[in-house]
């Protein structure tokens, strides 16, 4: 089992930055493909980034792309989401996700292990 929480979501301008956190516990993480999904108030759950064990491979997805970066640091089995240039249309809440497969990594269902979430809001 893996046990997941994340961190660091907060209220933010518009243009501001912030950083997510997603602190690992039980299992090591580091045989994990590991993401990031977001959800907006009366909106489907949607895939923002993912990284694979081997750390040069990152997925993202278009609305984050040149904004958003993923990493990971296995030695302290947590994973971050530094968001740049935020917009308004970043809020929502954001769960950071583990899972063992790396095809369809932007598929909610393929992932195994789900945090419970952090509220990121991006005032105009």
């Known amino acids: 089992q893996v046990q997941l929480l994340e961190s660091g979501g907060e209220l933010v301008q518009a243009g501001g930055s912030l950083r997510l956190s997603c602190a690992a516990s039980?299992?090591?993480?580091?045989?994990?493909?590991m993401a990031w999904f977001r959800q907006a108030p009366g909106k489907e759950r949607e895939f923002v980034a993912a990284?694979?064990?081997?750390?040069?491979?990152?997925y993202y997805a278009d609305s984050g792309k040149g904004r958003f970066t993923i990493s990971r640091d296995d030695a302290r089995n947590t994973m971050y989401l530094q968001m740049n240039s935020l917009k308004p249309e970043d809020t929502g809440v954001y769960y950071c996700?583990?899972?063992?497969?790396?095809?369809?990594?932007?598929?909610?269902?393929?992932?195994?292990?789900w945090g419970q979430g952090t509220q990121v809001t991006v005032s105009s």
């Open positions: 039980g299992r090591p993480t580091n045989r994990y493909a």
């Open positions: 990284i694979r064990w081997t750390v040069d491979s990152t």
């Open positions: 996700a583990a899972g063992r497969r790396w095809d369809s990594k932007w598929n909610a269902g393929v992932y195994d292990y």
